[in-house]
């Protein structure tokens, strides 16, 4: 049987930080009300000459030296985004050229914070069907372009980030189940109003930043958490307590925990990082994988049950072994 494994993860988050005394600065909110509400202490924010196929680049230049891997053994690029550096080409073409990588198929998949999952699901079906070897999967943002920082509800939330994982066909387990969703019909509860075909201005109206019905989401993220993990492990006839570490999207401390408790996940097999990162969309859970692999805590053979929800409303997770 052959399976995807994961041979090499990494991450990278843009030097500058802002923290929540920064925000104080900058709109009428509090470091209190944030933490209250978010968890969240602090988020990066991409430097004017970064970029999402920039920071992509970096976290898949760690991920490709963990896993011993070079550019021209890449049979599969793919970028999970919904923040591109253009319309076209997509950022994995970007990433691939940056690489040194040629004739690879490389594409961006856009499933806004579930896209690093839907990523993994498609590089785990390309393996394992004898599409190649070796594939990276990238989650990458730069949130901080669509984010509209005179609206306190949403600016407060979100960072930029990104994390990669490189795959390989093997005969020792890897991802041992993937399954991905999607529901357009909450299309208005989190989006940007404008986009390319509804009309797309440079100068960045409020049209083109994020907006978001934010309680709404919260009760939807919460039981859809819970269902999709359920999903996932009963499909391999497993239980929670087979998983050593719960890899959720890092959204809000709050819907993380609430997921947690739901799913009688202890917390200290939750990996979270919101604190440190915030929001940053489809690097969310590959950032937090390769803090937790790199501090020592997740180790080879753990098993990893990750999961995402985003707009759409998009989500899925993932079931694998380290
Ligand atoms: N600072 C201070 N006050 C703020 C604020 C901020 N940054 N943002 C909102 N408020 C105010 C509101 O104006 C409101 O004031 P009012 O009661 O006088 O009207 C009050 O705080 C409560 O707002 P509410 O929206 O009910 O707060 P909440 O407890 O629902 O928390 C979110 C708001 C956004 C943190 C929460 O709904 C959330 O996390 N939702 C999910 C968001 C998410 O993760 N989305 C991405 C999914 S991938």
């Not at 978001?212 to 269902?227: E, I, L, P, Q, Y």
Request: proline letters at 3%; one cysteine or more; aromatic letters at 6%.
């Amino acid at each position: 049987m052959t399976y995807a494994r994961i041979a090499g993860i990494g991450s990278y988050l843009p030097e500058k930080v802002l923290s929540n005394a920064d925000l104080e600065e900058m709109m009428d909110t509090s470091d209190e009300w944030i933490r209250e509400r978010t968890g969240i202490k602090r988020r990066h924010i991409a430097a004017d000459d970064e970029t999402t196929a920039s920071i992509a680049l970096n976290a898949a230049q760690r991920a490709m030296e963990m896993a011993g891997v070079t550019a021209d053994e890449l049979d599969l690029i793919v970028v999970g985004t919904c923040t591109p550096d253009k319309v076209i080409p997509a950022a994995a073409c970007i990433v691939q050229r940056r690489l040194g990588s040629v004739g690879c198929p490389a594409v961006d998949i856009n499933a806004a914070c579930s896209g690093f999952i839907y990523g993994l699901d498609y590089a785990n079906r390309y393996l394992r069907t004898g599409g190649g070897k070796t594939a990276l999967v990238i989650g990458a943002e730069t949130l901080s372009r669509i984010t509209n920082w005179d609206d306190r509800t949403t600016a407060v939330l979100f960072g930029d980030g990104a994390g990669a994982a490189v795959l390989q066909a093997s005969d020792k387990p890897g991802i041992l189940a993937t399954h991905i969703h999607s529901n357009g019909e909450y299309e208005d509860l989190l989006q940007t109003r404008n986009g390319v075909s509804l009309g797309f201005d440079a100068s960045c109206t409020p049209g083109a930043y994020i907006e978001m019905n934010g309680n709404a989401v919260f009760k939807r993220a919460v039981a859809t958490f819970d269902s999709m993990a359920r999903e996932t492990v009963a499909d391999l006839d497993g239980h929670l307590e087979d998983i050593d570490w719960f890899i959720p999207h890092q959204a809000n401390m709050r819907i993380i925990t609430a997921a947690a408790k739901k799913l009688g996940m202890p917390m200290e097999r939750v990996i979270a990082t919101v604190d440190e990162h915030a929001n940053t969309s489809a690097a969310s859970i590959p950032l937090a994988m390769d803090l937790a692999v790199r501090e020592g805590r997740i180790k080879r053979g753990d098993k990893i049950l990750m999961a995402a929800f985003g707009a759409g409303f998009t989500w899925g997770s993932a079931m694998l072994e380290f």
